[in-house]
């Protein structure tokens, strides 16, 4: 990295300038970015590829890098024989669930452990973030459980959306990072609210929602890919072919369906989180980067 004046890093601007350091340095870089692209878009296109490729071509040792007759029929066979629609429509349906409650406790939770400050405040916030040390894996039979029957109601949620979205609130990161965001607007704003008459609830909707659309722009795509690559969770709780999501759905329908088709069907639904990342990406960067207020 070059010098600045005032910096001192491991390799001087004396050494990028000369003919040497500078051939080395170039080359270093190229061959670690072609190396990180590689690994992370070569899967990718493994996938787009193999949707392309007959059933045999697939399964040919060593595989092919370019489709030999492009088989664009197999797009149209994932989205009929798998009833791609329908596994789509119900995972948009949980995501926008799990994105609309996310919005309303998350949000309440994060503003009265920033703003309102209630007793043992601390202590709750660090009893939610010492739940992120618990892993996954290790919640799934007690929330199994509760599922099938809901403590207090004695309903039991299996194949109900609340199934998802209820497990999906309980995110101690995003509430952290809500928090976090919070604490960052200025209590000036939240005394000159109060001396208005405003309550603590007209402050939340008028002030420090309207303030935190990138952070809350985040918290809502990191619900959306949340319910869109669970796997586990959703075949627990969503048995009936009717209430599938689309990985669920995919994986039901592999054992009998050729592996090119399968492959189709996993690029199709791939695709609205990959349009999601490239809408979006410059709010879900400026959410995770903006911590302070500049006036």
Known sequence: MAQDSG??????HAQLSRGRGRVIYWTLL???????TLVFLGPLYWMVTGALKSGQ?????????FPQDPQWQNYADAWNNLDLAKLLFNTFYYAAGAVLFQLVF??????????LRPIFGNVILGAMLATLMIPAMVLIVPQYVTVIDLPILHINLLDSPFAIW????????????????FDSIPEDLIAAALMDGATPLRTLWSI??????????????????????????????????ETRTVSVGIYAFAGGTPMNVVIAASVIAAIPTVIIFLVFQRNIMSGLTTGSLKG
């Open 7 to 12: 910096t001192r890093t491991l390799i001087s």
């Open 30 to 36: 190229a061959v670690v970015v072609a190396g990180f």
């Open 57 to 65: 071509e697939i399964a040919q040792t060593p595989p092919t890098l």
């Open 106 to 115: 998350d949000t309440a939770a994060a503003y009265a452990l920033s703003k």
């Open 166 to 181: 209820l497990p999906l609130v309980a995110n101690a990161f995003n509430i952290f990072l809500l928090k976090r965001f």
């Open 208 to 241: 420090i929602l309207p303030m935190s659309r990138p952070i809350l722009g985040v918290v809502s795509i990191f619900a959306v890919t949340a319910v869109w690559k669970d796997f586990l969770w959703p075949k627990l709780v969503m048995p009936s072919p």
